[in-house]
């Protein structure tokens, strides 16, 4: 499928996999709406380094973030045909630690990882059905598969989001289609100190390495360029998943 032409925004694309999803939009001629919270800086750079790309501040979690950022793409570019959520958050907390994963702690990673894209998804279907028909992609993870990641409310956060992909693939099929790509370990920012696990990764995974983000960028393409897929979630973790 010819994704020429096309305008998408992909949420917190300033670093680590939407940066390189952004990346990977552009280089098929996609022009990309990149957006981060706290680094406009970084995120300008990414979005004036890409053709046809523009730069849009602003966190999931505000109320107005997805009417706006849906009326940005519409204003500059006259339409939407692709919405990657992949802005996250997470805590480091220990599974069995059931005092140290708080219901503030909860509210704060359910704000981000499942309202936020609830709420863009909401306001960006209309403009998604347009010209044809869209897609939606959701970041999530192994975490929301099988029992590991970062925190219990991560995980949990990951597998609402998970489901909410195949849920949506049947409510707004036939004109967009809804897709997941569940990444192991990635090399990111976010997972820059996590040395033992990394370690671990490399040690167990039956490909003997965690995720480079273009490794994810590549699946994400896979995925939007196939216009018979819809609800699958990629599990894309080297094999880890098969030895846990
Ligand atoms: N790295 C991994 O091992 C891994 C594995 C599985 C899944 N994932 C998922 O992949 C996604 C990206 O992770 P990453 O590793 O690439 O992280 P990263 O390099 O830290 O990038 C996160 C991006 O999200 C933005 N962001 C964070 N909170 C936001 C908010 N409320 N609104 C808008 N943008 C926001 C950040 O910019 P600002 O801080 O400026 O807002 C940044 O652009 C996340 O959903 C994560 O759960 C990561």
């Not at 979690?61 to 570019?77: E, H, S, W």
């Not at 897609?135 to 975490?143: E, F, G, M, P, V």
């Not at 049947?170 to 990444?183: H, Q, S, T, W």
């Amino acid at each position: 499928m010819e994704l020429a032409g096309q305008v998408a925004i992909v949420t917190g694309s300033s670093s680590g996999i939407g940066r390189a999803i952004a990346e990977t939009l552009a280089s098929r001629k996609v022009s990309v709406i990149v957006n981060s919270s706290k680094s406009p800086d970084q995120g300008l750079v990414v979005a004036d380094s890409l053709q046809g790309a523009s730069y849009f501040q602003g966190s999931v979690t505000d109320d107005n973030f997805g009417p706006d950022i849906v009326q940005f793409a519409l204003r500059r570019y006259g339409r939407l045909d692709i919405l990657v959520n992949n802005a996250g958050t997470t805590r480091i907390i220990s599974h069995a630690d059931l005092e140290g994963a708080t219901t503030e702690i909860w509210r704060e990673i359910f704000e981000v990882n499942v309202f936020g894209a609830w709420s863009i998804i909401r306001a960006a279907s209309a403009a998604l059905e347009d010209n044809g028909g869209g897609q939606i992609l959701n970041i999530t993870s192994l975490a929301g598969i099988r029992q590991t990641g970062s925190s219990i409310p991560y995980a949990t956060s990951k597998a609402a989001l998970n489901h909410l992909t195949q849920l949506l693939a049947v409510a707004l099929a036939p004109k967009i289609r809804v897709n997941a790509v569940a990444p192991g370990l990635v090399d990111t920012a976010w997972t820059k100190d996590w040395h033992d696990i990394r370690n671990n990764y490399s040690k167990t995974a039956p490909l003997q390495r965690s995720a480079t983000t273009r490794d994810v960028a590549d699946s994400a393409l896979q995925i939007m360029e196939n216009p018979y897929l819809t609800g699958t979630i990629l599990c894309l973790d080297g094999g880890m998943s098969l030895k846990r």
